[in-house]
């Protein structure tokens, strides 16, 4: 079993950005408490860049390795992402798509999703905990 989590744009700046919404903890701090929280083995990615994004979800299809990832703002309006994550779930591998806050209660342009119809699951608004229950899916789907 493989799995990688990906990181949209502007989550590099988690602890300076919002913390009144994303919490004080950088994305490193987050990556460092989930491999001691977790015990699960996974790689690590982000970009502000979708094209780099779709790069990582196509190589993921290739590799036959499971997602894990907050879109950023992308999940709101990034078919391109859309049509990656689809052609890697129809490959019958499992996504599940992660925000820290829950965007269905924020402003309206946010309550909309493209990623979710092309990934296994949705898990939002349990700030840090969104990426562990994600992995804990993943692996007790994956049975090992
Ligand atoms: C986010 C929610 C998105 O609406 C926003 O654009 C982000 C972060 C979250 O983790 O809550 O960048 O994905």
Same mark, same amino acid.
């Given at each position: 079993m493989s799995i990688v989590i990906l990181n949209g744009p502007n989550l590099n700046m988690l602890g300076i950005r919002e913390p009144e919404i994303y #919490?004080?903890? &950088?994305l490193d701090d987050i990556k460092n408490w989930l491999v001691d929280e977790s015990g699960i083995d996974f790689q690590w990615f982000q970009s502000n860049s979708e094209g780099d994004l779709i790069d990582q979800i196509q190589t993921s299809q290739l590799e036959k390795t499971d997602i894990v990832i907050?879109? #950023?703002?992308?999940?709101?309006?990034?078919y391109g992402l859309h049509d990656a994550l689809s052609s890697h779930k129809a490959a019958g591998l499992v996504s599940i798509e992660c925000h820290l806050s829950n965007p269905a209660a924020r402003e309206s342009f946010r309550q909309? &999703?493209?990623?979710s119809p092309a990934v296994t699951g949705t898990i939002a608004g349990f700030g840090k905990n969104v990426y562990l229950l994600a992995l804990q899916e993943i692996k007790s789907r994956r049975g090992n």
């Open positions: #919490g004080t903890e &950088s907050n879109p #950023g703002a992308f999940t709101h309006y990034s909309n &999703s493209v990623i």
